[in-house]
């Protein structure tokens, strides 16, 4: 084996016996599947339907709405769980991020893990890895294994697109996160700060009258999940949104994943100044 | 070669979690519809993405008649359309019964409409529709059985390379 992947592979071994030492990676990558896969069997997979009598010619109110829920029924199934997961990871990865980062630096475990031979840099770039394989892998796995195995509907292109959101976000709560947690060097402040930071951006792309490109910047899920079903999303005081286009969603994906890189290219600066 | 001696246990316990969850995802599925006030001459029930036989119990609060109807979605959805189901052919039929509680086959997996109605002239104040999917689910029994296998293979090939 090539001796850089030799020294990465090695690297990735000690942080993880540290940070996550045996059992911990198994239990939360496990709890964190049954959290998604049972999100995805609490959707529900049947539409109400009624049948009444009514002059010939008319057709029911309602029957446009079940031919639309059931042709986006399979990626809804999808989507549904991974849209309210995200308020789950908007609290999860910050914690775990003021756990992992700002807690070795509070507590003075960081000076011991760096009289290893490991650069500054590899070691928080292999955090950042871990912390994002650990929170999303699961909920991935989960998700699909529950619309694919359990509610036998089919994933296509759609489905690829949003989990790439899905993905995106996280890095990009994970980034900003870590940063955070450099700067304060504190669990508390970074933990209760990263949470409170996402959720008012999520609030903010929720509820205020801002165009489709900042609103996906800001929750990329959200967008792709209106793109996708053809609906404005959300509507501030009544007036609903423009309907999201394909431009919206990857421009929305494309800032929020720059974000992200900038977050982390930010944070490795941090970590070099940081003191043990 | 910590990871490495890690992963196959790690593999073992989500496969066992996955055997669990083939038995245990069909019945915590939501499969519950309540209907109330149905009017005689009309239907109401659900769509039902189904991949193999379904269960279903439908039973009224006060024992009224009713009459429970299974069809593919084509035909489900021409129902809504027409507001009767003169025009449609029914895959499975249960006419003036208390309590329909049958297994219903399906000839492939994919939408059926489940539908129920009063069997007399009469309103019936609330009926529950019940579904449930086969158990064990055997998509997810296989992927739990393949990830114990696996982990099996992967302590073996361990401790044969370990020699």
Redesign the interface.
Known sequence: MNRSLQKIRAT??LE??VSFP?PS??VI??IL??IA??SV??????????????PPGV??L??DY??WA?QN?DFNLLAGPLFNLILFIIIVIPMLSAFKVAGPIEVGLLKTLLTYPIRRRDLLVLKVVEMLILTVLPITIGVL??V??????SIGLTSFVLLLSFWVMASTILSTSVFLSLVTQSMTKSAFGGIAIWVVLYLVAAVTYIPNVIRGALNPVNLVLSYFNDTPGAAFFGVPFRNPVVHDVWGAIIINLVIGIIMLLLSVRQFRRVEV | ???LT?FP??LA??GA??LL?SII??I????Y?PISYLEY?????????C?DAIDVRIKARNDNVISAYFLN?TN??R???E???VNVSTLHQSLNRTLVFERWAIPH?G?Y?I?VTPSNNETIQSISIE?VQQIP?P??LL?GGILIIVSVLWVFWGKRNAK
């Open positions: 990735f071994e993880l016996d045996f990676t198994g990558f496990l599947f049954l896969i049972g069997l609490l959707e529900g997979c049947f539409i109400a339907i009624a049948i009444a009598p009514h057709i029911p309602d029957f079940i031919v059931q029924a294994m529950g694919v195995l359990i509610q036998w509907v | 070669m910590v990871t890690r246990k790690f316990v989500f979690i996955t969850l995802s069909p915590i599925t939501v499969s519809r001459g009309t239907y109401e029930g659900v769509l039902v993405n991949y979605s489900g959805l129902a809504i359309e507001g009767s189901l997996p939408w409409a539908l579904f689910n998509r997810v992927a």
